[in-house]
Nanobody
């Protein structure tokens, strides 16, 4: 499955952004989908994920209460609504999908088989 992430941009602290991840060529149904981010000089880190059942959602502590992930199987899109953005949220954001990953591994990037190209989010103070 080919993933395409979009929606990044330059915003000010406190603003909101919505990232979208679209699957081309195959439906998201049956896939768990996660968002990861990587800032310059730092390792890629888990941000949020939705399990393939569509109802179980997971968040990094750093974004809990500010970000919301939603999986729309009809539109074949997973969105990451980001609010109250902080400068430390600045990074390249990647969406990833996996069909067979188990819930206990949903925060591990190695568990995902398919990756999008990334979209840049920059939050100015």
């Amino acid at each position: 499955v080919q993933l395409q992430a979009s929606g990044g941009g330059l915003v000010q602290a406190g603003d909101s952004l919505r990232l979208s991840c679209v699957a081309a060529g195959e439906t998201f149904r049956g896939y768990s989908v996660g968002w990861f981010r990587q800032a310059p000089g730092k390792e890629r880190e888990f941000v949020a994920a939705v399990f393939r059942d569509g109802g179980s959602r997971f968040y990094a502590d750093s974004v809990k209460g500010r970000f919301a992930i939603h999986k729309d199987n009809v539109k074949n899109t997973v969105t990451l609504q980001m609010s109250s953005l902080k400068p430390e949220d600045s990074a390249v954001y990647f969406c990833a999908a996996g069909r067979t990953l188990i819930m206990s591994s949903i925060r591990r990037d190695q568990a995902y088989h398919y990756w999008g190209q990334g979209t840049q989010v920059t939050v100015s103070s």
